[in-house]
């Protein structure tokens, strides 16, 4: 079945750095959805990207679909501390399933 | 609107037993699912139901049984649990299907001992 990868698992950053989490499909993804996690929460929908190179700005963070719609990548300016959490992309195997990747964990130190 | 409801929010089981992981939602989606979060593992779907009468298996099944009588609820059952269940168990719904925006439940964590 289709696979879902992330790197880095973790990363640790001063406040005011930035981050760049990556997710890498094994398959040719229709959307790709990334969610965050806060520590002891559950995942909330950050956004949804679905066409090939699609970027797409929320304030500090910019998300992007790759080109041959199998990846695709978080990025955070300026990291503040109400950034931590765990990052996942989440790509639909089909219109029922949709897999989820391993996950980035951010730590922000102040 | 309350959303996803679960309960209970922690469990301690022995191996062997079974119980019920209830889950519930209040916005009429068709689309349900059951995910768990396993460090460095990220979530894994056990299984889902697009709607009520219809269910399937995700990622990873075994040891796991499904239903879905309604549209609201979607309980799942660990019918002889084991310390490889121990994790986390999210349930998550969606209007239509798995490939749209997900809404999830608080989590319920679970220690089989």
């Known amino acids: 079945g289709q696979q879902v990868m992330q790197i880095p698992q973790y990363q640790h950053v001063q406040e005011g750095e930035d981050f760049t989490t990556y997710c890498n499909s094994s398959?040719?993804?229709?959307?790709i959805q990334w969610y965050k996690q806060r520590p002891g929460g559950h995942p909330v929908f950050l956004i949804q990207?679905?066409?090939?190179?699609e970027v797409k700005k929320q304030k500090r963070l910019t998300f992007q679909f790759g080109e041959a719609k199998k990846n695709s990548s978080l990025h955070i300016t300026a990291t503040q501390t109400t950034d931590v959490g765990t990052y996942f992309c989440?790509?639909?195997?089909?219109?029922?399933?949709?897999?989820f990747g391993t996950g980035t964990r951010l730590q922000v130190f102040p | 609107n309350a959303g996803v409801t679960q309960t209970p929010k922690f469990q301690v089981l022995k191996t062997g037993q079974s119980m019920t992981l209830q889950c519930a939602q209040d916005?009429?989606?068709?689309?349900m699912s059951w995910y768990r979060q396993d460090p460095g593992m990220g979530l894994r779907l056990i299984h889902y139901?697009?709607?009520?009468?219809?269910?399937d298996q995700g990622e990873v099944p075994n040891g796991y049984n499904v239903s879905r009588s309604t549209t609201e609820d979607f309980p799942l059952r660990l019918l002889s649990a084991a310390p490889s269940q121990t994790s986390v168990y999210f349930c998550?719904?969606?209007?239509?299907?798995?490939?749209?925006?997900?809404?999830f439940g608080p989590g319920t964590r679970l220690l089989v001992l």
């Open positions: 998550a719904s969606s209007l239509g299907t798995g490939q749209e925006t997900q809404y």
């Open positions: 398959t040719t993804l229709s959307n």
């Open positions: 990207l679905v066409k090939s190179g």
């Open positions: 989440a790509g639909p195997e089909n219109t029922d399933k949709l897999i």
């Open positions: 916005m009429n989606h068709e689309y």
């Open positions: 139901s697009v709607g009520a009468g219809i269910t």
